[in-house]
């Protein structure tokens, strides 16, 4: 079964650091690209971050550019999002996103993993 | 980058047909045939309905079709049924800093 499963979410204070973490299954998982979108409570879907199956393209949204860091492991079929300097905005709910090669599109969600940036 | 327009509700009768826009500019919606489509239903996470403006991913109903004119795509479901009350969200590709934009959102009732 193809599955992607989150995790390392939780509750932070305004300008410290969290690591998302994505762990991929049922799927050669070096074979695509993946991203991570997030949904703040109540609200629509924003695209965060991107990255190609062998990390030589990485793109960003502009609301977290210079603050968040994408990378993955394909040893490990993992995907990770780095988030320093958290503000109250970037509470949302993460999820990881398989990319549909050549349609950018994303054809496999995970459940998603809660970061809520409060004081 | 702003995100695509799309209308907040939109409500129709069990077996009837409803079309949901988007409307992006030449940057997104109109200058590529990356527009995609997703079904979320509450508390879950959102699946994909329509790749590429019109193409279906195996396993969605053939219901759910999709197109595009000029700056703006649509999403139609034919003969309505219940589990299709949803929120429905489009995206397309962009030439901007952000490659990627979601639409406002669509919440689909069924009557």
């Known amino acids: 079964e193809v599955q992607l499963v989150e995790s390392g979410g939780g509750l932070v204070q305004p300008g410290r650091s969290l690591r998302l973490s994505c762990a991929a299954s049922?799927?050669?998982?070096?074979?695509?690209?993946m991203h991570w979108v997030r949904q703040a409570p109540g609200k629509g879907l924003e695209w965060v971050s991107g990255i190609s199956w062998n990390s030589g393209s990485i793109g960003y949204a502009d609301s977290v550019k210079g603050r968040f860091t994408i990378s993955r492991d394909n040893a490990k079929n993992s995907l990770y999002l780095q988030m320093n300097s958290l503000r109250a905005e970037d509470t949302a709910l993460y999820y990881c996103a398989k990319d549909m090669s050549g349609f950018d599109a994303f054809d496999i969600w995970g459940q998603g993993t809660m970061v809520t940036v409060s004081s | 980058q702003s995100a695509l327009t799309q209308p907040a509700s939109v409500s129709g009768s069990p077996g009837q047909s409803i079309t949901i826009s988007c409307t992006g500019t030449s940057s997104d919606v109109g200058g590529y045939n990356y527009v995609s489509w997703y079904q979320q239903h509450p508390g879950k996470a959102p699946k994909l309905m329509i790749y590429e403006v019109s193409n279906r991913p195996s396993g969605v109903p053939d219901r759910f079709s999709g197109s595009k004119s000029g700056n703006t795509a649509s999403l139609t479901i034919s003969g309505l049924q219940a589990e299709d009350e949803a929120d429905y969200y489009c995206?397309?590709?962009?030439?901007?800093?952000?490659?990627?934009?979601f639409g406002t959102g669509t919440k689909v009732t069924v009557l």
């Open positions: 049922g799927f050669t998982f070096d074979d695509y690209a």
């Open positions: 995206s397309s590709y962009t030439s901007s800093s952000t490659p990627y934009v």
